[in-house]
């Protein structure tokens, strides 16, 4: 196991899991047969760790069993033994500030496409790692840049094919941008990791949680709790390239960087070039809830 010490001297180490057992980190107990490894035939969920306790896992688990339901792999783990296995994972781990992976694959067997469901065991990978760059940078803003989306029709559930995305992160970050924000057609979807919202005139705009968007928790946090509390509108609606371009503002949401203000997009300033009220306010809002915690 990877020691080491967090801000305040405590004593933390990653932990790995596998099947049932704590392995060493890069242990190598993955069947090259494994689907997850030849097809990526797998779901995931990355769930943030924050002062000892994990952030809406709740809504991390009703995503994840989604996934799960979509894709047909049988749930082998109830709720509250999964999310007691996420707890056992943070006190044995002492990382209080961090983030928990999971992946669930459909199984073993020797490849062929089409799978029969009752011959497999699902395979079950999970890792609590801390977060040890400093988060809080990201509220100065970052630069994106637009890139098509080229992804299929059923993004909103949380697969392990990422291929589009890793392909449009890339770009984004040999251009020296923090990530892209994607376009099907003509129309704004979200971010090459994130969801994205556009302001105007004070107001916020996303993308309908449709099949063309991952429904982000945080995304879902800022539309049901932080934007009502500090009073400002979201309406969840197609917006396109030209209204990204003319946007006050722009931010990205995930689960790591929390609200993410876009400042630079295109090699254009957003707005004044600095980080707007509307998305201070609204990283502020997800700070709070952010240390207050949630189920
Ligand atoms: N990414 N859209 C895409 C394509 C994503 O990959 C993510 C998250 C989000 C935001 O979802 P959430 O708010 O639930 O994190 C939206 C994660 C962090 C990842 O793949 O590592």
């Known amino acids: 196991c990877i020691r080491d010490r967090d801000m305040r ?48 896992f709740s809504y991390h688990q009703d995503r994840l069993y989604r996934s799960m339901r979509f894709m047909d792999i049988p749930v082998k783990m109830r709720p509250e033994d999964l999310q007691e296995l996420h707890e056992i994972m943070i006190e044995q781990s002492g990382i209080t500030d961090g983030y928990i992976y999971l992946q669930i694959t459909r199984g073993v067997e020797p490849r062929h496409h089409a799978y029969d469901r009752s011959k497999l065991e699902p395979t079950m990978y999970m890792y609590i790692r801390p977060i040890k760059e400093d988060l809080s940078k990201l509220g100065e803003g970052v ?3 637009s890139l098509p989306d080229e992804r299929w029709l059923n993004v909103d559930i949380k697969t392990l094919n990422l291929i589009p995305n890793i392909l449009a992160q890339t770009k984004a970050e040999k251009k020296f941008a923090y990530s892209a924000v994607l376009f099907r057609d003509d129309i704004c979807t979200e971010g090459a990791t994130s969801n994205v919202f556009a302001v105007k005139d004070g107001i916020c705009y996303t993308h309908p949680a449709n099949n063309l968007i991952l429904k982000g928790i945080t995304r879902q946090l800022v539309v049901t709790r932080v934007a009502p509390t500090a009073g400002v509108s979201v309406i969840e609606k197609e917006f396109d390239r030209e209204f990204v ?32 009220p509307v998305a201070a306010k609204l990283r502020a809002g997800y700070e709070k809830l952010l240390a207050e915690g949630l189920a």
């Open 245 to 276: 371009e003319n946007a006050d503002e722009l931010f990205f949401t995930d689960t790591i960087g929390g609200i993410i203000p876009i400042t630079t997009y295109d090699r254009k300033p957003v707005g004044n070039g600095e980080v707007g």
């Open 143 to 145: 630069k994106a840049i």
């Open 9 to 56: 001297g405590v004593l933390m180490k990653e932990l790995t899991y596998f099947n049932g057992e704590f392995v060493e980190p890069g242990a190598k107990c993955v069947s090259l047969d494994d689907r997850g490894y030849c097809f990526g035939d797998g779901v995931y969920e990355v769930t943030r760790v924050f002062d000892g306790r994990c952030f809406a």
